[in-house]
């Protein structure tokens, strides 16, 4: 590895630093959302907003929000769209801790994608790092998440497998796109299914439980002034974390990238403890340091590699 090459890969992980703590506070108030408000109505207000800040600054900051490849933008933002629609919608009939643990497989996805559809090298310290990172994980969500397999379990899976072929096209498709208009796709896309959500359940409406509970099932309410404020929080710190995210898998190797994410779970648990007094099981806390483990196992060899 060139020293140009392991300075991106070190930038990448402190882009992915900002991205997990910017994102795992903002999740942490999902639930006061989705108390309220439904699923789609959240993508789609959301998405919203996010465009109306990228538009806000586009002139001052000089982003470039015209694709140079629309096809593959499309095609990405599609991906990713599809893969967190599958993610939240898992939510409706599976425990979150097996959800979560389902999502959690791209990086392995992503080592997978790599090697066998774009020939890239993996190498032992890499597949080490995401088997570290993944029994992390696991030991984080509890023993339930690996429970009550069937086919609906596959699902969080395949939003993983989605995933991570966004995270992989982000690089291998879209090397001349900036961040700004990546972000603006993937804003897009989610967008327009949470339309398309709403514009359903308003023609076929479910009878949907109170709270959070309801969140999948729920069309669109008239929501109070708390769920468009805690919403326009998600699109500010999306806009925030998810630009970072995307610009790492630009200036390093999906498979290096994909394992730093590992980190959402820390932020997410650190966030959860100041916000909310959550505490930690000492099973889960072990879990934790193995999932920084495996990113310093990524670090301290870009550098040997330098």
Known sequence: MTPMTQDRTLTAAAMVMVYAMVIGFTDNFVRVIAAEGG???????????????????????????????????????????????IYFGALAFLPVAQVAAGLFTAPI????????????????????????????????LGPEAMGAASIAAVLPVLAGALYALGNIATREWCPEESAETL???????????????????????????????????RGPVLASSRFYFWTFVQAAGSLLG?????????????????????????ASALWGWLLWGEH??????????????????IALRARQQG
């Open 39 to 85: 699923l789609w109505q959240f993508h789609a207000t959301r998405s919203v907003m996010a465009w109306g800040v990228l538009l806000v600054l586009m002139r001052p900051f000089r982003l470039r929000l015209r694709p140079v490849n629309l096809r593959a933008v499309v095609a990405r933002s599609a991906i990713h769209g599809v893969a967190m629609l």
């Open 109 to 140: 996805f992503v080592l997978l994608i790599s090697r066998f559809a774009y020939g890239h090298p993996i190498g032992p310290v890499r597949i080490a790092a995401v088997a570290v990172g993944f029994v992390g994980v696991v030991l984080v």
């Open 183 to 217: 972000l603006g796709g993937f804003f897009a896309a989610l967008g327009i299914l949470g339309v398309i959500g709403m514009l359903l359940f308003s023609l076929v409406p479910q009878d949907a439980v109170e709270g959070a509970a309801g969140f999948v099932e």
């Open 242 to 266: 998810v630009g970072m995210m995307i610009k790492a898998y630009q200036l390093a190797d999906a498979s290096r990238v994909s394992v730093f994410e590992y980190v959402i779970l820390p």
């Open 280 to 297: 930690l099981t000492p099973v889960a806390a072990f879990g934790m340091l193995l999932i920084a483990a495996a990113g310093t196992m």
